[in-house]
C-alpha cells in the first residue's frame, strides 16, 4: 500500500467546497481545514501511479490551485518490493 500526505492550496474561501469533493474520491481521507484556503489529505492505494492518478483527479477541482506531495510511504508497493528483493 501506497500513502501519500498531500498539501492544497486553494482559492481563498473555496477550500470548505473543494474539500467536499475530494473527500468524495476513493482513497482520499481530508484531515484538515484551515484559513479557508489550505487542506491537507491522504491519498491510500495499491500502487504509486494509482496514487499519482488519483492526485491528477484533483487538478480540474474548482478553486484548487497547487497540489503538493508532503511525504510518502511506499514500502509495501508491489513494484518497491521487486526492486528490494532484487538487490
Known amino acids: 500500500m501506497v500513502i501519500s500526505g498531500i498539501f492544497i492550496e486553494t482559492i481563498p ?5 473543494a474539500a467536499q469533493t ?5 482513497g482520499v481521507e481530508v484531515h484538515h481545514i484551515e484559513d479557508d484556503f489550505k487542506i491537507i489529505l491522504t491519498i491510500e492505494a495499491d500502487t504509486i501511479k494509482e496514487s499519482y492518478d488519483i492526485a491528477e483527479t484533483f487538478k480540474p477541482i474548482d478553486g484548487v490551485l497547487t497540489i503538493c506531495l508532503a511525504y510518502s510511504n511506499f514500502e509495501g508497493e508491489p513494484g518497491y518490493q521487486e526492486a528490494v528483493n532484487s538487490l
Request: aromatic share 0%; glycine share 10%.
Open 13 to 17: 474561501g473555496k477550500a470548505n467546497i
Open 22 to 26: 475530494l473527500q468524495t474520491i476513493a
